[in-house]
C-alpha cells in the first residue's frame, strides 16, 4: 500500500464522525478510503438520538428516510422533570422552522449501519486497519502508516475517538475535563406503564436520570452514578440500589420491573468535555470526538460529529480543489466556524448538564427561569436542534435565575411566531 494515487482523502475512525466525513467528502467526487481498526462495529449505550439539524443533512444524503424505514422513532419534545415526572421546562420541537421538527431515536449499530449503506461509490471502508502514525513532509500532514505500509494522499481526516492517535501526533491537544460523575446505561425491555414517548431528563437529589424510547418497544435509561458506585455489589446489593434509585424518582414508576430484571446489564460511560484549541493542520482535519467532547444531557455529540463532516464538505466544495494551498485555506476556515459553534454547543450542554446533575441553588434557579420563559427556552431550544446558535446576553441570563424580571418572557422570538404563524405547529 504505497503511493496517493487511489485517494484523495484518508479518513480514519469508521464511527458517526468518520462515516459521515466520508459520506460528505464522497459526495464531492473525492476518493475515500476509510480505514478501521476494529473489524466489526462495537455496540455502545450512547450517540442514539438525533437532532433535526443533523436531520437536515442526513436527508440530504438519503439517511434519514432509511432510519425512518428502519423504524426510528419521532421525538417531539425533550422535557427537564422533577422527580415525580412533572414538567420542568418543556421544549416543544414542533415550533421549530424545520421540515424535520423532531428529534429521531434509533440504536448507535443501526445509524453506523445505514450511513454505511449510503456511502457514494467512490468511499471504500476497510476494517481490521490499524493506522500507526501520520506521514509528513516539513510541517504538512500527506498521508499515514498503516499496518507498516504507507499511504500518501491530500487529506487525511482523524476521527480515531476521545483518545486519538493522530491528534496526538499531528502536536494538537484536547484537555479534558471530567464530571465527578459517569452515567451507567441500561437498555430496557417491556416497562410497567405507559411511557411518554419524548426525551426526557429527571431531576432528582441523586443526581440525573434520563430516559427515551428505541424501536420494538424498549428504553433506554441513564442513571447518574458516582465513579466507583456500582464496583463490586453482587446481586443483592445491585437490587437495592436499584430500589434506591426508583424511590428518589417516583417518575420512573412504569420502567420499575424492567429496571429492576435489567440492572445487571449496564455500561458505565465516564462524561467529559473537552475542544481541542485547534481543529485542522496543513493537510488534516479533526471530526467527531478527536476534536470536542460534550456531556450527553442534551444530545450534542453525535450531531456535532455530522455538522463536523458537513462543515468540512463544504469548506472543501467552495475551495474546489484539494491543491495544498486551496485546501490549507479551507480547513483553516473550518477550523475558524466549527471552533466558534463548538465552543458555544459545548457552553450549553454544560450548563444543561449543571442544572440537572449538580443540584445547586443557581442551577436549580436557572432551570425554573428557563422553563417559565418562553423567549429564552425557545432560543435554547434553537441551539441545542442544531439550527443555528442563539446567543444569550448577560441580562438574558439575569432572568433565568430569576434576579431581573423578563418583560419580555412571553413574547415568542420572531422565528418561532414565524413558524408558528406558518403552520409549523402552533401550540
Known amino acids: 500500500m504505497t503511493g496517493g494515487t487511489d485517494h484523495d482523502v484518508v479518513v480514519c475512525g469508521a464511527g458517526v464522525a468518520g462515516l459521515s466525513a466520508a459520506c460528505a467528502l464522497g459526495r464531492l467526487g473525492h476518493r475515500v478510503l476509510v ?13 442514539e438520538v438525533l437532532q433535526p439539524g443533523s436531520l437536515a443533512v442526513l436527508r440530504e444524503w438519503g439517511v434519514a428516510d432509511r432510519l425512518e424505514a428502519a423504524g426510528a422513532l419521532r421525538l417531539e419534545h425533550l422535557v427537564a422533570r422533577a422527580a415525580d415526572g412533572t414538567p420542568r421546562m418543556l421544549l416543544d420541537y414542533g415550533r421549530l422552522p424545520t421540515p424535520q421538527p423532531w428529534l429521531l ?13 449510503t456511502l457514494p461509490p467512490s468511499v471504500e471502508v476497510r ?32 476521527a480515531d475517538g ?35 414517548a419524548d426525551f ?12 427515551y424510547p428505541l424501536p420494538g418497544g424498549r428504553i433506554r435509561l441513564y442513571v447518574q452514578v458516582a465513579p466507583d458506585e456500582l464496583r463490586g455489589l453482587g446481586p443483592d446489593g445491585l437490587r437495592a440500589w436499584a430500589d434506591r434509585v426508583l424511590d428518589g424518582c417516583p417518575g420512573l414508576a412504569p420502567l420499575a420491573g424492567a429496571f429492576r430484571a435489567g440492572v445487571d446489564r449496564r455500561q458505565v460511560l465516564p462524561v467529559s468535555r473537552a475542544l481541542a484549541p485547534a481543529l485542522a493542520v496543513p ?8 476534536g470536542h467532547l460534550v456531556h450527553p444531557m442534551a444530545a450534542q455529540g453525535m450531531n456535532s460529529s455530522i455538522a463536523d463532516a458537513h462543515t468540512l464538505a463544504t469548506v472543501l466544495r467552495q475551495g474546489g480543489s484539494l491543491r495544498p494551498g486551496v485546501l490549507d485555506h479551507a480547513l483553516r476556515r473550518y477550523d475558524t466556524a466549527r471552533r466558534h459553534d463548538l465552543h458555544h454547543i459545548g457552553r450549553t450542554s454544560h450548563n444543561a448538564a449543571r442544572m440537572i446533575t449538580d443540584r445547586s441553588w443557581i442551577g436549580d434557579r436557572a432551570l425554573t427561569g428557563t422553563g417559565g420563559n418562553a423567549r429564552i427556552r425557545h432560543e435554547v431550544m434553537h441551539t441545542m436542534s442544531g439550527l443555528g ?4 446576553t448577560p441580562v438574558d441570563r439575569l432572568h433565568q435565575i430569576g434576579v431581573l424580571p423578563d418583560p419580555r418572557a412571553a413574547r415568542l422570538p420572531g422565528w418561532a411566531r414565524a413558524a408558528s404563524g406558518s403552520g409549523a405547529a402552533a401550540r
Not at 128 to 152: I, K
Not at 165 to 171: P, V
Not at 283 to 290: F, I, P, Q, T, W
Open 283 to 290: 493537510g488534516l482535519a479533526l471530526v467527531g470526538e478527536s
Open 389 to 392: 446558535i442563539r446567543r444569550l
Open 127 to 158: 476494517r481490521g486497519a490499524l493506522v500507526e502514525d501520520l506521514l509528513r513532509t516539513g510541517d504538512r500532514v500527506t498521508g499515514v502508516r498503516v499496518d507498516g505500509a504507507e499511504l500518501r494522499v491530500p487529506l487525511v481526516v482523524a
Open 200 to 211: 426526557s431528563a429527571y431531576v432528582t437529589d441523586g443526581g440525573l436520570r434520563l430516559r
Open 35 to 47: 480505514l478501521e481498526k476494529r473489524p466489526v462495529p462495537q455496540p455502545v449505550a450512547k450517540g
Open 105 to 117: 431515536a434509533h440504536d448507535y449499530p443501526t445509524i453506523l449501519a445505514t450511513l454505511a449503506e
Open 162 to 196: 476521545t483518545s486519538s492517535r493522530l491528534r496526538r501526533a499531528a502536536g494538537l491537544t484536547a484537555p479534558r475535563r471530567d464530571y465527578p460523575h459517569r452515567l451507567a446505561a441500561f437498555e430496557l425491555d417491556g416497562p410497567d406503564g405507559t411511557v411518554p
